[in-house]
């Protein structure tokens, strides 16, 4: 049994097909004001969608979540079965010959590793201008 909608026709009370339900206008309220992901406060559907092209994001519904929850699922399983099936590749390594000595560091070296700690690989310029300030500042310092 399915639902039935009416209305109003010439004072009579008449039943509406699927084709006249679809023809009437239909009329959505303004989205109530929120605060975006980034803090930014957004007051209607216009605002949003303006703030939506200034960030270059777009907006994710349901279905897309489900969609991307299954692609990282996949992904993960690939992975696993990469690693499980990753000891077939995987030989014992031979010791090395003779006798293993600790490394001897410069103190160049020390000092630049201390100053590109916990930080992103600078560019092969910066890395360049950092060694040299660097040396500058070790031999000030002796």
């Known amino acids: 049994m ?5 209305a109003w026709r010439n004072g009579e009370l008449v039943e509406l097909t699927p ?19 980034d ?4 007051r209607g559907r216009a605002q949003w969608k303006e703030h939506l092209k200034r960030t270059d ?3 994710m519904g349901h279905s897309d979540i489900k969609k991307a929850e299954q692609n990282w699922q996949a992904k993960k399983e690939k992975f696993r079965d990469k690693v499980a099936s990753g000891g077939n590749n995987v030989r014992e390594v031979e010791p090395p010959d003779g006798e293993i000595r600790e ?13 590109l700690y916990n930080r992103s690989v600078p560019d092969r310029k910066t890395m360049i201008k950092l060694t040299l300030e660097t040396a500058k500042y070790l031999a000030k310092r002796k």
């Open 39 to 42: 803090g930014a406060m957004i």
């Open 2 to 6: 399915s639902k039935r909608t009416y």
């Open 19 to 37: 084709q006249d339900i679809a023809a009437i206008p239909q009329v959505m309220d303004d989205v109530a004001e929120f605060r975006s992901p």
């Open 57 to 59: 994001s777009i907006e």
């Open 103 to 115: 490394t001897q560091r410069n103190s160049l070296g020390v000092e630049m590793a201390n100053r």
